[in-house]
């Protein structure tokens, strides 16, 4: 932390091999989880996250930086566009890749949005869904020929109500897919008309 003192001071820095690097119209995001369990972020002052950062860093380096920004925890409407966005980007794979036209029905973004958000984690898990719960089935849907180019739409439906032509997804690999398949919760399925 200490080479921040320079930076902040003199607005460069010197790498291993001497070269000068201007900082001067850099700006520095120092992320951290000083105070995590100690202090509720959502409700506290900047002035009180300042003297938390003193605890773990050199009060002249504090002093240095310009602004300090409590964590806020997402809410569902920031959720629901990062999993937009990363839909967004799959479907745009399997477009390009493969010719399949991905859906993604409201009550599939449901079940991905509750199987993929922790409050300790925030967003990080939603990748993790969608690659079980969307792409990973479908690849395997495309390695078996049970899936042709063409519109592909995703659905929540209960497993017990699902007609012949629809897919429960996550069932083989067991985990949540097979609980899920296995009990009256709403699965996430696909299928092709």
Not at 12 to 20: A, E
């Amino acid at each position: 932390m200490n080479i921040f003192l320079g930076v902040f001071d003199e607005g460069r820095i010197t790498d291993n091999k001497g070269r000068l690097i201007d900082c001067s119209n850099a700006l520095f995001v120092l992320t951290s989880n000083f105070g995590a369990g100690e202090v509720d972020f959502r409700t506290a002052e900047t002035d009180e996250l300042r003297a938390l950062a003193e605890r773990f860093m050199r009060r002249e380096l504090v002093n240095r930086i310009t602004g300090v920004i409590g964590f806020r925890p997402l809410d569902g409407r920031h959720l629901a566009q990062i999993l937009d966005q990363i839909l967004t980007e799959k479907a745009r794979l399997f477009e390009a890749e493969k010719g399949l036209i991905i859906d993604v029905d409201q009550s599939a973004r449901k079940v991905l949005l509750e199987r993929g958000y922790s409050p300790d984690l925030g967003a990080r898990p939603l990748e993790r869904a969608v690659e079980e719960w969307v792409v990973q089935p479908l690849v395997d849907a495309w390695f078996a020929n049970r899936v042709r180019a063409g519109p592909v739409r995703f659905t929540a439906a209960a497993p017990r109500d699902l007609p012949d032509n629809v897919t429960v997804l996550g069932g083989a690999r067991g985990g949540a897919g097979s609980r899920a398949a296995s009990s009256s919760a709403n699965a996430i399925t696909f299928s092709q008309d």
